[in-house]
């Protein structure tokens, strides 16, 4: 049976930054996290669920940099607020790395990772990144 699930974040036209790379590394961000929710939710190996955060810390890593570039690039007034923002993301999802090395419940584990992950980014995209885009689009950026 072919069972339909519902994304645990789903792009919508309400977080699009129109600067193109951003987004396009968005969208990559929310399948790879999807691909983490659904792993918890097929009862795989701890090895197979390490590979997985180990995969979104290297291409977390990867979005992260390239938007940094942007704003050391165009003097993005709020840079090292937003550079604090990306830590937060990056230690948190490496505590939640280390959780699931630890204590491996996928139940708790995938409440931890809508509440530390994918509500931050949502909220982060709307509010950090729509501002950062609005500086880049007056530099002419997209």
């Known amino acids: ?13 309400s977080l699009a930054t129109e600067i193109f790379m951003i987004d396009d590394q968005h969208k990559e961000l929310f399948r790879r ?3 983490l929710m659904d792993a918890l939710t ?4 701890n ?4 590979e997985l955060f180990s995969f979104l810390e290297v291409y977390t890593l990867l979005h992260f940099n ?5 704003m050391t690039e165009y003097n993005y007034p ?8 990306h830590v937060y993301f990056v230690d948190k999802l490496e505590e939640l790395k280390e959780q699931a090395k630890n204590s491996f419940n996928s139940h708790q584990l995938a409440d931890l990772l809508k509440t530390h992950l994918i509500d931050w980014l949502i909220n982060h995209i709307v509010k950090m990144d729509q501002h950062l885009a609005a500086y880049l689009k007056k530099n002419r950026v997209s």
Not at 42 to 45: A, F, K, M, R, V
Not at 66 to 70: F, L
Not at 78 to 85: A, D, P, R, S
Request: proline letters at 5%; zero cysteines; charged letters at 30%.
């Open 1 to 13: 049976m072919n069972k339909q699930k519902s994304l645990p974040i789903q792009w919508s036209p």
């Open 78 to 85: 709020m840079t090292e607020l937003h550079k604090t923002q």
């Open 33 to 35: 996290i999807d691909r």
């Open 66 to 70: 390239a938007e940094e570039e942007y």
């Open 42 to 45: 097929e009862g795989i190996s």
């Open 47 to 50: 090895e197979e669920l390490l």
